[in-house]
């Protein structure tokens, strides 16, 4: 593993009690990060505490993260607990699972919209005035290789993650002059819990647009995350960041 270096610095991930949120979480710590897990799963949240308490500070929230007053309130709770907030990794999303548009329940594009999109929003209007006033900041918000090429049966899951960059481009020109730097990854699909909302025909078909013929490993999208999340990553903003294993390549 190749050193970053976040000594000293503070990161609030969402959605790091489990998947790609617990394997950034992991190399957060590694790097020298204070980390507080935002997740709406209280029991996996301090499951993921107590076993990332071995290798360094970190902690955690419940925080719905679609609720403003929530996220208002845990904003409040890390800052009187850290003093400051450095970086945020908006990592908590939902697939919704799959089928044609048309087919797709409104409740349930709603609420992906909500938790995928609507989520992020609320981080970033609550930790980004913070960071402002801080001089310095890192947003790498986690979105996908479907908000850049669409995928069929997953229209809600797609549009949330387009979303997500587009609102990656706006912040980022909005701070690009306030020392808060915004960046978003498109990974390609990872082996996580969120393949138990997915069908195995939606698996397999984005594993054959994968030219490495594999999943990324969550590993691999947190190493990406920790280098967008350091001082190293000083002139890109509003960029977006390919980890697909071939299948874009812009």
């Known amino acids: 593993m190749n050193q970053i270096d976040l000594k000293g610095r503070v990161a609030v991930v969402t959605g790091g009690a489990q998947g790609i949120g617990l394997a950034i979480s992991q190399r ?6 204070r980390v507080v897990m935002w997740d709406i799963d209280a029991d996996k949240l301090e499951s993921a505490r107590a076993s990332l ?26 800052l009187a607990a850290a003093g400051r907030i450095d970086i ?17 329940d409104p409740v349930v594009w709603r609420r992906v919209i909500e938790v995928n999109l609507i989520g992020p929003y609320l981080t970033c209007r609550h930790l980004a005035p ?8 890192r947003v790498v918000n986690i979105a996908s290789v479907a908000g850049k090429e669409g995928n069929p049966n997953a229209s809600h899951y797609s549009a949330s993650k387009a979303g997500l960059i587009a609102l990656t481009k706006s912040l980022g020109k909005e701070l690009a002059t306030k020392g808060v730097l915004v960046n978003a990854i498109t990974p390609a699909v990872a082996r996580t819990a969120m393949f138990d909302q997915m069908t195995q025909a939606h698996i397999d078909y984005m594993l054959g647009k994968i030219p490495m013929g594999r999943f990324v490993q969550v590993e691999e999208i947190a190493a990406m995350v920790a280098w967008l999340s350091s001082e190293d990553c000083s002139f890109s903003t509003g960029a977006v960041f390919d980890i697909t294993g071939g299948r874009a390549t812009y």
């Open 28 to 33: 957060m710590l590694a790097s020298g990060a």
């Open 53 to 78: 308490s071995g290798a360094g500070p970190v902690s955690g929230h419940v925080v719905e993260l679609t609720d403003d007053d929530a996220v208002a309130s845990a904003t409040e709770a890390t």
């Open 88 to 104: 945020l990794v908006n990592n908590a999303g939902i697939t919704g699972g799959n089928a044609v548009t048309w087919d797709l």
């Open 130 to 137: 913070v960071m402002a006033r801080q001089g310095y900041g």
